[in-house]
Nanobody, 127 residues
Framework: QVQLVESGGGLVQPGGSLRLSCTATGSIFSIDSMDWYRQAPGKERELVAAITSGGSTNYGDSVKGRFTISRDNAKNTVYLELNSLKPEDTAVYCC?????????????????????WGQGTQVTVSS
């Protein structure tokens, strides 16, 4: 079984910075694309940033030039650097992985988990 655990959210003033982390736990062999999404109250979930296993990145228009996604494949971790934060960046930020190949102790087999979501971490930008 693969789980995603986020950390790093909190309260920050406008113009400030935060660094979010998302670590995949389990006996993991590889993880495909990893993404960060966010959802603000009353709004639809939106893609913030995505990164492939090879390091290619993609950003939502509202965060281009301010946020940076990166990953450490050896640590099964993806990061999101949030800079020049604005009040409209306030949301729950969730980590997502398209798929992950892992070893299942229960079945003694390699299995692939798909569409994996973390619990989310709150980011609040306010003075």
């Amino acid at each position: 079984q693969v789980q995603l655990v986020e950390s790093g959210g909190g309260l920050v003033q406008p113009g400030g910075s935060l660094r979010l982390s998302c670590t995949a736990t389990g006996s993991i062999f590889s993880i495909d694309s990893m993404d960060w999404y966010r959802q603000a109250p009353g709004k639809e979930r939106e893609l913030v940033a995505a990164i492939t296993s090879g390091g290619s990145t993609n950003y939502g228009d509202s965060v281009k030039g301010r946020f940076t996604i990166s990953r450490d494949n050896a640590k099964n971790t993806v990061y999101l650097e949030l800079n020049s934060l604005k009040p409209e960046d306030t949301a729950v930020y969730c980590c997502h992985a398209d798929s992950a190949l892992y070893y299942s102790v229960r079945t003694s087999r390699r299995l692939r988990a798909t569409n994996i979501w973390g619990q989310g971490t709150q980011v609040t930008v306010s003075s």
